[in-house]
């Protein structure tokens, strides 16, 4: 057990170690703001307009083209409601567009519920593309209520690779 420990402890040094953190200009709406190295989205329950607020960013995925890649950070959660949809609620997604076959890709994280605090939320995407149009990071809310904030400061990047039915970060190109 302790040999497993040990190794679980060097793997996270090492996941640390290779992801690059993300430095992004965000782009945020009437109910979205930065500050204090957060990013902190609000949409009210009684919002008239089915509830939907993001903040976006520009994200070079140049040098992920034709890996898997993990985007993740440590977010906290008030009151975050049911979407109608699985696909909506919470929000962190990638978007882009494959220059070769001119289909849009939006890849997302899985939603989250309720109140939370410091929950890391990870996306996961293969760019199989070789040629991709500006590719877009979105953090918000779609179709549903709560306050959702995301800590900048753990916001990072990284290339992985599935090795015998596990996931290791590689080193970033």
């Given amino acids: 057990m ?4 040990a190794a679980a402890a060097a793997f996270l040094l090492a996941a640390s170690a290779v ?8 782009q945020c709406g009437k109910n979205s703001i930065v500050k204090d190295n957060l990013l902190i989205v609000s949409v009210p329950r009684d919002d008239k307009k089915a509830g939907t607020e993001m903040a976006r960013a520009e994200i ?4 992920y083209l034709g890996r898997m890649v993990e985007i993740r950070v440590k977010c906290t959660g008030f009151d975050m409601t049911k979407a109608a949809q699985a696909h909506h609620g ?4 990638l978007h882009y567009k494959d220059l070769d076959t001119g289909l849009d890709q939006w890849p997302q994280a899985g939603t989250v519920l309720g109140t939370f605090k410091d929950r890391e939320i990870r996306l996961r995407d293969y760019i199989a593309s070789k040629r991709i149009d500006k590719a877009q990071l979105s953090f918000g809310i779609q179709f549903a209520a709560g306050t959702f904030i995301m800590d900048l400061s753990t916001l990072e ?4 690779e599935l ?10 190109p």
Avoid: Q
């Fill in 2 to 5: 302790r040999t497993r420990v």
């Fill in 19 to 26: 992801a690059a953190p993300l430095k992004l200009d965000w």
């Fill in 60 to 63: 070079d995925l140049a040098p």
């Fill in 90 to 93: 919470s929000k962190l997604m």
């Fill in 157 to 160: 990047i990284a290339a992985v």
């Fill in 163 to 172: 090795k015998g039915g596990e996931i290791y970060r590689v080193k970033n």
